[in-house]
């Protein structure tokens, strides 16, 4: 690389669990064609996606697996000024900077989206819990026949047709195309792993940081109208709370809520979601055209 010419600014997307990086890949290439100056960086994390067949370390925690991603971008040698986490990327990405001062940039703007920094209040009757689709999927054969086997298992089960489609985006075809009357699919996750991220993911506590913004840090917390994820008073008090103080103390923290969509915030109403988080990236050009 010719080091004469200064890196692109970095933006790192984070899925959620039982998702991929390919779960990010058509906002990402949305996002790049409107910024060009930038570059994003989708990650598969821990016991997912083509991550999966990396043996890692126990604990699985929402804390290694955000060393897990500080790690990969020293290795890469970036510096990303920007985090995106959806649900448990969320957690990720606060976790990345409640652990990092160097090699996350100052400033660095960090969005959460559909998750609140404390406990994790599930939806209630009628809706998808996902403990109990890990528990589902847990109990199906390591092979399949096809993805529609799945989709159909699960909404037998009560889960719901979107949530059963997209977890059907795991498999992957397992013997070749042209034996295909013995043709199968697996599983692309392991879910024993996966299983203990979300239980991190439940009882993880990251209210320090939100509370204690350092300086430079600016925390974004985004609330889908529609949520599966209960956000509690309580939650919402605390974090506009935090507002008040961060901006007292040169840090930030912000509120959003993104009009028309469930938990899955960038299916459900990606121009929404576009649209507030163009904003971080304007801003971010702007301050990088000053300094140079």
């Not at 999966?52 to 990303?80: C, F, G, M, N, Y």
């Not at 070749?176 to 043709?183: I, N, T, W």
């Amino acid at each position: 690389m010719d080091k004469s010419i200064p890196d692109p600014p970095t933006a790192v997307l984070l899925h959620g669990i039982l998702g991929s990086r390919k779960n990010w890949g058509s906002f990402a290439k949305r996002l790049a064609q409107e910024f060009p100056m930038w570059q994003f960086l989708l990650v598969d994390l821990r016991c997912h996606g083509d991550s999966a067949s990396i043996k890692k370390r126990e604990p699985h925690t929402v804390a290694s697996t955000a060393l897990d991603v500080l790690k990969l971008i020293v290795q890469l040698r970036l510096t990303p000024r920007v985090l995106v986490g959806h649900s448990f990327g969320g957690k990720v990405a606060l976790s990345m900077v409640e652990q990092a001062a160097k090699p996350l940039a100052r400033p660095v703007r960090v969005w959460v989206l559909d998750a609140t920094p404390g406990k994790v209040r599930a939806g209630g009757d009628g809706e998808d819990h996902p403990a109990e689709l890990i528990e589902s999927l847990k109990r199906m054969p390591m092979q399949v026949s096809s993805k529609q086997e799945v989709v159909d298992a699960l909404i037998k089960e009560q889960f719901s047709v979107d949530v059963a489609q997209w977890v059907a985006t795991n498999l992957r075809r397992s013997s070749p195309l042209h034996s295909l009357p013995s043709s199968s699919f697996s599983w692309i996750f392991d879910l024993d792993g996966i299983s203990e991220m979300y239980r991190s993911y439940e009882e993880t506590n990251l209210w320090g940081i939100v509370e204690n913004v350092p300086r430079g840090v600016h925390i974004n917390f985004l609330k889908a109208e529609r949520s599966l994820h209960r956000w509690a008073l309580e939650d919402l008090q605390r974090i506009h709370a935090a507002e008040e103080l961060a901006a007292d103390e040169g840090g930030g923290v912000e509120m959003h809520v993104l009009e028309d969509a469930g938990h899955w915030v960038h299916a459900d109403n990606p121009d929404g979601l576009f649209r507030i988080l163009s904003s971080t990236f304007r801003i971010e050009t702007t301050i990088r055209g000053m300094q140079n």
